[in-house]
Nanobody, 120 residues
């Protein structure tokens, strides 16, 4: 499984960014983030078909995860960004199971991370 994430950058509070993750196949996918000095946390996940999604409470209503299975690409649209959203964002794939989980150990492949910085 190979993953490559794109789309991070610097944005002002209230702005938007769209992250992309190109995968080598079709898997259950998730986005996680890790801020300096903090543990990696779940942001959003999407099922193999795209029919099921789940979000962390901290981003619910502000972020949308979607996928284009023809391109094996998953997107994370982030709106109304806040300074506390600043983190390195990682896409991850669960190639082994059927459950759309929110725990890092459930994902067996990780992209390289892309930095999102939200200025106040």
């Amino acid at each position: 499984v190979q993953l490559q994430a794109f789309g991070g950058g610097l944005v002002q509070a209230g702005g938007s960014l769209r992250l992309s993750c190109a995968a080598s196949g079709r898997y259950i996918m998730g986005w996680f983030r890790q801020a300096p000095g903090q543990e990696r946390e779940f942001v959003a996940g999407i099922s193999w078909s795209g029919g099921v999604t789940r979000y962390a409470d901290s981003v619910k209503g502000r972020c949308t995860i979607s996928r284009d299975n023809a391109r094996n690409t998953v997107y994370l649209q982030m709106n109304s960004l806040r300074p506390e959203d600043t983190a390195v964002y990682y896409c991850a794939a669960n190639s082994r199971g059927l459950r759309l989980g929110d725990l890092a150990y459930e994902y067996d492949a990780w992209g390289q991370g892309t930095l999102v910085t939200v200025s106040s």
